[in-house]
């Protein structure tokens, strides 16, 4: 839930754009951190060398990637070249 919002402007559209911050930046926190969550068990998948869950984790962490860049979290640049570095490692596993 979203922290009060006190002690700011007077004016209602100053007090009304800073709960609006707030409510989007609690979700971009937790849509981030559930990004940083498919990545890590993906990591987690290839560290323990279990090729089919690094596979099937791969694509769970490929999507939430391209979710986040769809709503505005991280760059699309950004997400490639993460996507481009775990494929990689998903390769070296199966090598």
């Given at each position: ?22 409510v989007?930046?609690?979700?971009n ?6 990004m ?13 060398n ?14 939430s ?12 640049n950004a ?8 494929a ?7 090598a």
């Amino acid at each position: 839930m979203p922290r009060e919002v006190k002690d700011l402007a007077n004016i209602k559209s100053a007090i009304k754009r800073a709960k609006t911050n707030e409510v989007r930046r609690a979700r971009n926190a937790a849509q981030k951190s559930a990004m940083r969550t498919t990545v890590k068990k993906f990591l987690a998948a290839v560290e323990a060398n279990d090729q089919a869950q690094a596979t099937a984790l791969l694509k769970e962490a490929t999507r939430s990637l391209d979710k986040a860049v769809t709503k505005g979290i991280i760059h699309k640049n950004a997400a490639a070249r993460k996507k481009s570095r775990l494929a990689k490692k998903l390769q070296a596993l199966n090598a």
